[in-house]
């Protein structure tokens, strides 16, 4: 399976992030096709390293669709990065509240406050948002 022409091209690929990850001491316990996507699992020495490999996998390619990857790192090496790898954003339309997009993202439109708390920095009243705004949702 060393000729396999698919990992070849996903390697090639993904090649600056194979590069870092040699770079920031990750150590590999796999790198292989699974369901004709790259596969790529190992552990890195902190979270700060593990977001950087996403982040360098997100420059490669927004989608990753061609790619699994599942890095580990020891816990509590930077709580914080982790709440920002995990928060999506959405951005607000015409006729939307934190409670319709509450019910849209966590099928409970009562967790309206999880993503007022998390935009304190943009929102004032979890009443008053505004077309356009890009809220975080944690």
Request: with cysteine; hydrophobic share 35%; charged share 20%.
């Amino acid at each position: 399976m060393a000729d396999d022409p698919r990992l070849e091209q996903l390697k090639q690929k993904y090649g600056s992030v194979l590069n870092l990850i040699q770079q920031k001491g990750v150590q590999l316990s796999h790198l292989h096709v699974q369901d004709n996507k790259l596969f790529i699992q190992g552990s890195a020495p902190s979270e700060a390293v593990k977001n950087d490999i996403w982040n360098q996998i997100k420059l490669v390619d927004p989608s990753f669709s061609d790619l699994t990857c599942d890095i580990s790192a020891p816990a509590g090496t930077a709580a914080p990065a982790v709440a920002a790898t995990t928060a999506k954003t959405y951005t607000v339309q015409s006729g939307d509240t934190l409670s319709k997009i509450a019910k849209q993202f966590y099928g409970n439109a009562n967790d309206y406050m999880k993503i007022f708390n998390a935009n304190t920095d943009q929102l004032s009243d979890p009443n008053k948002i505004q077309v356009g705004q890009v809220l975080t949702i944690p």
